[in-house]
């Protein structure tokens, strides 16, 4: 079974205590952020990510030891990763926001993405599809009755999204070529986009993951050419029943082994089940540490 940790925050629950748990990077990049609710959104995301890598680290949660390097300029302002130098990072966690909500992931049984979409917001949804869907998905949107559109496309788009931030890819992928099941089937990746002519090179992220080709493809940037189909999980989530959102994991080596040799190895499924989310109030999490 594999496993991830998801918290959900608001933006009422940043607090001036939090300020003393970044590090001077993200306290200048808050400092330097001018719209109040951005400025909010980056410090829950930065201090609830830190909250929990720390209790799962035994660390204080300002020591733990954060990285922002984007693939492209090398600046700080790429996915955040744990900077462990001395071995493999033993965790992978993802951040998301939409409107008020803050979303942090946490797994150390793989790559890990989350998404989630605010579901009350006002949204051109054929506009969007036509960007985002591909040519049997947007059939498929427009299959169902138009009061049932907007959730449909909200649910297709945080698997896409969820799939490109485990992949390390961002938006980079054009959306329309990577096709994800019906919104009312479960979560699953049907086709990749065609892999490209060069490929990109790939950021250090001390994690790896099965693939086709020996040995293991490192992920960071990798094309999903390279993955299997079943090196990827994905579970559907609806926070307060009206926000859709979407974890997705990819299989490292690593797990595969855990799953081959630990306990229960032999009933396994397919070598590791479906995704196991266990849910952690990331309010609370934020609210404790003011004491």
């Excluded at 201090?47 to 990285?67: I, K, N, Q, T």
């Excluded at 699953?188 to 986009?193: D, E, G, I, K």
Aim: charged share 20%.
């Amino acid at each position: 079974m594999i496993s991830v940790q998801v918290a959900w925050a608001r933006l009422g629950d940043a607090h001036a205590g939090l300020l003393t748990l970044l590090d001077p990077v993200e306290r200048g990049r808050h400092d330097e952020t001018v719209a109040p609710g951005d400025r909010a959104r980056f410090l829950v995301g930065c201090a609830l990510s830190r909250l929990l890598l720390g209790e799962l680290l035994d660390l204080p949660p300002a020591d733990v030891p954060l990285r922002r390097v984007c693939p492209r300029c090398g600046g700080p302002h790429g996915k955040v990763r744990l900077d462990m130098p001395d071995a493999p990072a033993p965790y992978d966690f993802s951040v998301t926001h939409s409107g008020a909500l803050v979303g942090v992931a946490v797994s150390s049984d793989g790559i890990v993405g989350l998404d989630v979409e605010d579901g009350e917001v006002p949204l051109d949804v054929d506009g969007a599809a036509r960007t985002a869907l591909s040519g049997t998905e947007f059939a498929a949107l427009h299959a169902l009755p138009p009061a049932e559109r907007r959730l449909a496309f909200l649910r297709v788009w945080t698997r896409k999204e969820a799939v490109l931030k485990a992949l390390g890819v961002g938006l980079r992928m054009p959306l329309r070529a990577l096709e994800v099941s019906p919104p009312t089937a479960p979560p699953a990746v049907l086709a990749w986009p065609p892999p490209p002519a060069a490929p990109a090179d790939p950021h250090p992220s001390g994690l790896h993951l099965s693939g086709p080709h020996p040995p293991d493809l490192q992920l960071s940037g990798l094309h999903p050419s390279g993955l299997r189909m079943a090196d990827l999980r994905m579970a559907d989530l609806l926070v307060d029943g009206v926000h859709p959102a979407t974890v997705a994991m990819v299989v490292t080596a690593v797990t595969r082994v855990k799953a081959a040799t630990g306990p229960g190895a032999r009933d396994a499924v397919n070598g590791l089940g479906e995704v196991r989310v266990v849910p952690r109030d990331g309010s609370a999490v934020l609210a404790a540490h003011r004491r």
